[in-house]
């Protein structure tokens, strides 16, 4: 499998500049970082959550945590957490399973995004699989993806976002 087809043509039909970087298989984005020599603040993971309204993709930086309070305030609902693979599997069908993009929109689910990831150039992603990932500018990802931006990480530091 290689890049999944729906995001390589949501990209091309958009004249987007971006380069796809084909790795050794790995499952984590710290993983995929490591091995692309990119750092973890550049590189975004996808994580998928249940809320009452359905489900969310969730960007946040690799080395970055959830905070699932401040995920169900930006959707606007009471609760939400982690989905479980079952709850997704069908949702992302071109793509393998925990190699989601971040463009819910391709996917008709709501893309958040953590204010963390918009303060850099480009950001790497996963491409729909375990051995592709894409870089492009940040910019282009925002202006593509629609995403609803805030602080939705923990601050493992103390520090503020």
Do not use: W
């Not at 309204?53 to 305030?73: I, K, P, T």
């Not at 930006?74 to 479980?84: F, I, K, N, S, Y």
């Not at 609803?148 to 976002?161: D, E, F, N, W």
């Amino acid at each position: 499998m290689s890049v999944c087809k729906r995001l390589r043509e949501h990209l091309d039909a958009r004249n987007v500049k971006y380069v796809v970087i084909s790795h050794s298989q790995a499952f984590t984005a710290q993983e995929i970082a490591a091995s692309l020599h990119v750092p973890g603040r550049e590189m975004a993971k996808t994580v998928v959550v249940k809320s009452p309204q359905g489900l969310a993709l969730c960007v946040v930086r690799a080395m970055d945590r959830l905070d699932l309070e401040l995920v169900a305030s930006r959707l606007g609902t009471t609760h939400a957490r982690l989905a479980t693979e079952q709850e997704f599997q069908h949702s992302f069908p071109d793509c393998e399973m925990g190699a989601m993009p971040p463009f819910g929109n391709l996917y008709d689910v709501p893309t958040l995004v953590d204010e963390a990831l918009t303060h850099d150039r480009e950001i790497v992603f996963n491409a729909g699989t375990h051995v592709d990932a894409i870089r492009m500018s940040y910019a282009d990802f925002a202006d593509m993806a629609k995403p609803k931006v805030g602080r939705i990480t923990l601050s493992l530091t103390g520090a503020a976002h």
